[in-house]
């Protein structure tokens, strides 16, 4: 599964990951790999935590903690209210 990353909205030459953390840190680790697929989107801020939320909620093994302090950082980054950010 690719991860997906989008151009850096203040650095033209380098890339922000949107989501595949786990992924690309065990491509960083692995003695066998060192490249890994990737889609490139051309997303803006909003759309990007869109995309984290649906792929986040689709881990089988996402905690109940893990989804709460996702919330709370979706919070403290004025993505939306507590109502809003549950929506999504």
């Not at 953390?21 to 990007?48: H, P, Q, T």
């Not at 089988?60 to 403290?76: G, N, T, Y």
Request: glycine content about 2%; overall charge neutral; aromatic content about 6%.
């Amino acid at each position: 599964m690719p991860i997906l990353v989008r151009r850096h909205p203040s650095t033209p030459d380098r890339y922000q990951l949107v989501y595949g953390r786990r992924r690309l840190e065990a491509i960083r680790v692995s003695d066998k790999l060192d490249k890994v697929r990737a889609i490139v989107a051309n997303i803006d801020d909003d759309a990007a935590v869109r995309a984290q939320i649906s792929e986040n909620m689709a881990r089988r093994d996402l905690s109940f903690i893990e989804k709460a302090l996702f919330a709370q950082e979706l919070i403290d980054s004025d993505f939306g209210t507590q109502s809003q950010i549950a929506e999504s």
